[in-house]
């Protein structure tokens, strides 16, 4: 018997067996209708991902989580941890800084 013809039997007998036993993936559910699809079973909406929850209004808004920063952070708008900007110059008598970092008179 030659390789070829051995390999091809192998094949065939290999094909047969694995028609045999069907594999179950998921099993049958019950009937619709039947009391205990009910109560074992709940829909869950998550239209607005993880993460995020509907509020009052219909509108998907973030989880609040407690963030603290440590010294030199702080929390940005989104709720990450950020370097604190450093202080590069003063000004002088008569002026004061403004949030854009522009000495501007008083």
């Known amino acids: 018997m030659s390789l070829k013809s051995g390999l091809s039997a192998l094949v065939l ?19 619709g209708g039947s009391p205990e699809v009910s109560t074992s079973v709940e829909q869950v909406g998550w239209r607005c991902g993880r993460g995020w929850h509907v509020n009052r209004w219909g509108r998907c808004v973030p989880n609040r ?4 920063c440590g010294p030199g952070w702080h929390l940005n708008r989104y709720g990450n941890c950020v370097r604190n900007r450093p202080v590069y110059r003063a000004c002088p008598r ?3 800084l403004t949030p854009r970092g522009f000495c501007v008179p008083n």
């Open 65 to 68: 989580r407690v963030m603290r």
């Open 94 to 96: 008569g002026f004061h």
């Open 13 to 31: 007998i290999g094909g047969l067996f694995s028609f045999g036993a069907p594999a179950m993936a998921a099993p049958i559910p019950p009937a």
